[in-house]
């Protein structure tokens, strides 16, 4: 069942075009809701004023080719495996909902314009995306979200925040549903709620994180190259042997604190609610 398309299916009853003009209307609602997010909180605008300023208290010049090293080391780390995570338990669930993610929606674009009816890999490849994501989605809901995990509220306590996670749970889970379930009546449910599910999440980008993720690379970046040049963000550098940098530090009782200063919070877990 995992290697049939089950878009092949529902062409008998959805003609394809109507299909790939949804699929187009979503990328339309995602551009446009990352355009009306960056117009509203400016982060464009405030990225490049931030490099600009950076660039006037540069030390030294970064060159082209260790621009490209560090943009290299920006994708392996921030990007591909999500190593800023200092929560190992986050980190493994932000890679199997992201991994999961891509691979879900972009063999669904491949599955729905390609009219592939016979490419069990690619069905195979859609159902482990579908579960990746759904797997990664539920291990963040029930046991790593910092309300649940650290100030005791209970799983099923939603707020406007949770917009994302659970579209995103509602789309996988859905998915899969309607593909095991596919030519029965409660197949037609299924099919029905995953639609809400995947219009509610692309439509919403503008009132959820689903923008974050196309800054957040360009301002790991961003970081990196002011830790090259010495401008670094205005901020004290890692060492503080220098005199200068340790008079940079915006609070005088610490400019003269040794770095290493113990796990401080990081002790024990916080979980005092």
Not at 51 to 80: D, F, N, P
Not at 83 to 93: M, W
Not at 243 to 256: F, G, K, T, V
Request: charged fraction near 15%; charge should be positive; avoid cysteine.
């Amino acid at each position: 069942m995992i290697t049939s398309n089950p878009f092949a299916e529902l062409a008998a009853v959805i003609p394809p075009a109507v299909m790939q003009t949804y699929v187009v209307l979503m990328v339309i609602l995602v551009a446009g809701g990352v355009i009306l997010d960056m117009l509203h909180k400016k982060n464009a605008k405030y990225f490049f004023e931030n490099a600009k300023k950076a660039q006037q208290s540069a030390k030294r010049s970064v060159g082209s080719g260790e621009k490209i090293g560090l943009m290299v080391k920006t994708v392996g780390k921030e990007v591909l495996t999500a190593g800023e995570f200092a929560n190992s338990q986050r980190r493994y669930s932000h890679l199997l909902m992201m991994y999961g993610f891509i691979v879900f929606v972009v063999v669904s674009a491949i599955l729905i314009f390609g009219r592939t009816e016979a490419a069990p890999f690619l069905s195979l490849l859609w159902h482990l995306g579908a579960l990746s994501l759904a797997a990664g989605g539920y291990w963040f809901w029930f046991a790593i979200r910092v309300d649940v995990s650290s100030e005791g509220y209970p799983w099923y306590r939603v707020s406007r925040g949770d917009i994302f996670i659970l579209s995103l749970l509602a789309t996988s889970t859905f998915a899969l549903l309607w593909s095991f379930t596919q030519g029965t009546a409660i197949g037609w449910l299924f099919f029905a709620l995953f639609i809400a599910g995947s219009t509610t999440l692309f439509g919403t980008v503008y009132w959820s994180k689903f923008a974050h993720m196309f800054f957040k690379p360009a301002a790991a970046y961003q970081k990196r190259i002011t830790r090259a040049d010495g401008s670094a963000e205005n901020l004290p550098t890692i060492t503080r042997d220098d005199p200068e940098q340790q008079q940079r530090h915006s609070l005088e009782l610490l400019r003269n604190a040794p770095m290493d200063m113990g796990l401080g919070i990081k002790r024990e877990a916080p979980n005092h609610y």
